[in-house]
T-cell receptor, first 113, second 113 residues
Framework: KAGVTQTPRYLIKTRGQQVTLSCSPI?????VSWYQQTPGQGLQFLFE???????NKGNFPGRFSGRQFSNSRSEMNVSTLELGDSALYLC????????????FGNGTRLTVT | QQQVKQSPQSLIVQKGGISIINCAYE??????FPWYQQFPGKGPALLIA?????SEKKEGRFTISFNKSAKQFSLHIMDSQPGDSATYFC????????????FGTGTQLKVEL
């Protein structure tokens, strides 16, 4: 069974631009979550989608948004990029959320210059 | 506001020794406590998880000890091996659905020969 796939692996963007990251969950998984990982703040929850609906949201500004499609694939978008948005963005999927095991992808490394 | 405190930040253990990583939480609504292992360039992978109605859970060389009254839990890695060298994260979440995990800051473990 294929794992969680995130594309692209690396991105370099300029401050002020916007970016879209993509995530394909494990087949059969309906919950997709996004996390930001930085050396300073560690792993922080961005949001979770379940059956195309946002079910949970972390404490990030509105520049961070996401969506989930009917096939459970998900995208997250960051508009008006800031230098501080440079991070590893991790997508994770689970069968239904809650205590069902969370499976992470290997992330998209975003660098904002 | 850091709701899950993890220590130590880094740990060096000799091969065959016991690695111990500790976490403390503040939110008494948390009722699911997983541990994740992350290798460089990879996303976190679930190691073992525990609920507060159990004081200890063991899976192979990995054991979680849980102290509900102290709001603390720890990961013990028995017979530590060089292949265990990785970053370990504790996490916590509230029940009721969703995969909103609050992570500790991570412990970088190095197992020396």
């Amino acid at each position: 069974k294929a794992g969680v796939t995130q594309t692209p692996r690396y991105l370099i963007k300029t401050r002020g631009q916007q970016v879209t990251l993509s995530c394909s969950p494990i087949s059969g998984h309906r919950s997709v979550s996004w996390y930001q990982q930085t050396p300073g703040q560690g792993l922080q929850f961005l949001f979770e989608y379940f059956s195309e609906t946002q079910r949970n949201k972390g404490n990030f500004p509105g520049r961070f948004s996401g969506r989930q499609f009917s096939n459970s694939r998900s995208e997250m978008n960051v508009s008006t990029l800031e230098l501080g948005d440079s991070a590893l963005y991790l997508c994770a999927s689970s069968i239904q959320g809650g205590e069902s095991p969370l499976h992470f992808g290997n992330g998209t490394r975003l660098t904002v210059t | 506001q850091q709701q899950v405190k993890q220590s130590p930040q880094s740990l060096i253990v000799q091969k065959g020794g016991i690695s111990i990583i500790n976490c403390a939480y503040e939110n008494t609504a948390f009722d699911y406590f997983p541990w994740y292992q992350q290798f460089p360039g990879k996303g976190p992978a679930l190691l073992i998880a525990i609920r507060p109605d159990v004081s200890e859970k063991k899976e192979g060389r990995f054991t979680i000890s849980f102290n509900k009254s102290a709001k603390q839990f720890s990961l013990h890695i028995m017979d530590s091996q060089p292949g265990d060298s990785a970053t370990y994260f504790c996490a916590a979440s509230k029940g009721g659905g969703g995969n909103k995990l609050t992570f500790g800051t991570g412990t970088q473990l190095k197992v020396e020969l």
